[in-house]
């Protein structure tokens, strides 16, 4: 027991210990994600192709299957300075109020204003928008992280900002809303008036609470639209997951330093932002037959993509104007209950991890969100931080997990990502605190109304 109190509460690493370069898992990967189609040829989008939606460096990086390391540009790096390195936290009160013998460590991305992990790939990609003399940017959010972080890192690189925000997290969360407006951006509930795809969507389901689907749509019509604009997202890419590799390379660092191995990784899944760059470094070393680690992706039971979702080609949004991707996919017509309030909404998964989930390289659990948010309330009062209702799809896994290990005595690592605060979701708070929050899970036939809409040519779905 001596020895358990030379490890800190807090792992802290010190300004040269800041990531320099991101990393990128396909380098390692054997079979590498299959690429964007062009949803009309059906044939692999280039350079060229995506040229008029994304940033160009960001596109070069999307496309780069070979390079592992990329080097971080020094401004970015100065940005990162603000906020990173973020803890390692080692979980005491957690550990001694499940009584486990298991040691439970979490990587706290919340120590900035956005609250979250999303301001890693934010300020990236701003700063290229920039670099490349553009005027602005448009986006989707969901709960409003994303959203609040790209007009944090607009606003750093004098950038307009354009949100559309799913409709429900708009009314829901106002304050996070005002954070995005004080920042300088325009925030409009979705799906709106204002784009084609939203006056449909409007049209076609009165009363519609919106889906993140449907926001990208209207983001991307919103910068066809807008000259010296580009369109930015805030998860699932190949780009998003190696920007926020230093989530992930932070955490080895800090094991590193105190000699410690981690046997279990969790990470909550909503596109893949987080769970990919948390695991990155330690996927790595798995890849390349260095170390082994049981990698856990948890998911809400009323947005199940991976546990029940189809690994096909689907579009990435709604509206259908997106290129497909080749991941897990509950289809691009997908709903969530409005009752789900839970986050991690998105209909699909990131490609990369769409397919390292494909060949068996890590597993994934849905969890309903009564005890999602058991879990967080907790670990809040053990712990001293309100997670987000997100990261709380990781604790619930990890205290699971801890309960194992009591159950059979191993002593077993585990590390979580907390992705950030849930401060600005106090909507969800209330209706777990007053009893009126129910679990929701889609039915087979639910399911299939989505599945339906996947597009249909030879080989597509595999399964």
């Known amino acids: 027991m001596a020895e358990e109190k030379k490890i800190p509460y807090k792992i802290y690493l010190d300004e040269s210990e800041i990531p320099t370069h991101w990393y990128s898992v396909r380098a390692d990967m054997k079979t590498k994600p299959e690429p964007l189609l062009n949803p009309g040829a059906l044939e692999p989008m280039g350079y060229e192709d995506l040229r008029p939606v994304f940033c160009d460096e960001l596109i070069k990086q999307e496309l780069d299957n070979e ?13 990162y300075k603000m906020y990173r390195p973020s803890p390692l936290m080692r979980a005491y009160r957690l550990e001694e109020k499940l009584q486990t ?16 992990h999303k301001l890693n790939s934010a300020i990236a990609q701003a700063y290229y928008a920039k ?19 790209l007009s944090m890192a607009c606003a750093y690189f004098g950038l307009d900002c354009k949100v559309y925000m799913v409709k ?25 008036m204002e784009t084609e795809v939203g006056r449909k969507m409007n049209k076609e389901f009165p009363g519609t609470t919106g889906s993140l689907g449907c926001a990208i749509s209207e983001a991307v019509e919103a910068e066809m639209t ?15 997951l190696m920007h926020q590799s230093v989530i992930g390379v932070e955490t080895k660092t800090a094991l590193d330093k105190y000699g410690i191995k981690a046997d279990i990784i969790i990470g909550c899944a909503g596109g893949g932002s987080n769970l990919g760059g948390l695991i990155s470094p330690f996927m ?14 948890v998911e809400p039971a009323s947005c199940p993509s991976f546990t029940r979702g189809k690994f096909a080609y689907d579009f990435c949004d709604t509206g259908k104007v997106c290129p497909l991707a080749k991941m897990y996919t509950l289809g691009s017509g997908f709903i969530p209950s409005a009752n789900h309030a839970g986050g991690l909404r998105y209909h699909g998964m990131s490609p990369v991890l769409s397919r390292l989930y494909h060949d068996g390289y890590m597993e ?26 997100e990261s709380s799809h ?13 159950e059979t005595g191993e002593e077993k690592t585990i590390v979580f990502g907390l992705t950030g605060t849930g401060y600005f979701d106090m909507v969800a708070y209330e209706q777990f605190n007053n009893k009126t929050m129910t679990d929701y899970i889609p039915t087979d036939a639910d399911l299939q109304k989505g599945f339906d809409g996947i597009p249909k040519f030879p080989g597509n779905p595999d399964e």
């Not at 298991?102 to 609250?115: C, L, Q, W």
């Not at 790595?284 to 049981?294: C, N, P, S, V």
């Not at 994934?364 to 209702?389: C, K, N, W």
């Not at 990781?394 to 801890?402: G, K, L, N, S, W």
């Open 67 to 79: 390079n592992r390391y990329v080097p971080i540009p020094e401004e970015i790096q100065g940005f």
């Open 101 to 116: 013998p298991a040691k439970i460590y979490y990587k706290f991305e919340g120590n900035n204003t956005s609250g979250s």
């Open 131 to 149: 670099k490349q003399g553009l005027k602005g940017v448009t986006t989707e959010t969901g709960a409003g992280q994303w959203g609040t972080a």
């Open 168 to 192: 429900v997290s708009y009314e829901q969360k106002p304050f996070r809303r005002e954070v995005m407006r004080t920042y300088g951006a325009t925030v409009t509930p979705s799906p709106s």
């Open 226 to 240: 807008n000259p010296g604009y580009r369109y930015v997202l805030g998860s699932v890419l190949n780009q998003v």
């Open 284 to 297: 790595g070393e798995k890849l390349r037959g260095e170390a082994d680690y049981r990698i856990i992706a």
């Open 364 to 389: 994934a659990v849905s969890v309903e969100q009564t005890a999602v948010f058991e879990a967080a309330e907790m670990f809040a009062r053990v712990e001293g931080i309100l997670p987000a209702p």
């Open 394 to 406: 990781a604790i619930r896994v990890a205290v699971d997990e801890a309960l194992k290990c009591k």
